[in-house]
């Protein structure tokens, strides 16, 4: 089900048969390194990864992530969209696309319709988003859709370095 247009993109709701897609982008080194590895090396895992993490989303609070395509060739690029998490005490804004869509502004496409979607169609009145310390590119085209750092949080279950909270509108 299609959610949103932009000039260059599509971005619909995922559904199960994307899962090859996510085993890929999931085993992205990008992912792994920026997002953490999940552990997905199957599609069948891949499947079960999807439904409980990213399709459970849209009946629980009616938005999720979305698998973002090219609007002329039909052919997926990455994920945009929103999560709830329990760690977190509004939604946030999440992306992520292969290598090479990447630095092409696919990603601050997407996210600004998204942003927007969600503030004035989804009446959201404040979005977080967060990233790796590490990930500068991330944390850029957040602060150029207008998030600002609020500081860092630890990440529950992660053993990694905190994650920066970013918040829109600050």
Not at 71 to 90: A, H, N, Q, S, Y
Not at 145 to 163: C, Q, S, Y
Request: glycine share 10%; charged share 25%.
């Amino acid at each position: 089900m299609k959610v949103l247009d932009t000039e260059r993109l599509s971005l619909r709701r995922l559904v199960p048969s994307d899962d090859a897609f996510i085993l890929r982008l999931l085993n992205d080194p990008g992912w792994i390194r920026y997002i953490g590895d999940r552990g997905v090396r199957t599609v069948e895992a891949a499947r079960a990864y999807l439904e409980a993490r990213m399709l459970s989303q849209y009946a629980t609070y009616g938005f999720g992530l979305w698998m973002v395509e090219s609007r002329e060739g039909g052919e997926p690029m990455g994920i945009c969209g929103l999560v709830k998490r329990d760690t977190l005490p509004m939604p946030d804004l999440g992306f992520a696309f292969m290598p090479a869509y990447r630095g092409h502004g696919f990603a601050y496409e997407s996210a600004l319709a998204v942003r927007d979607h969600a503030t004035g169609v989804l009446g959201i009145a404040r979005l977080l988003a967060i990233t790796s310390p590490v990930n500068e590119a991330s944390a850029r085209l957040l602060v150029r859709l207008g998030f600002v750092a609020e500081g860092r949080m630890p990440w529950a279950g992660d053993d990694k370095d905190p994650v920066t909270v970013y918040a829109f509108p600050a």
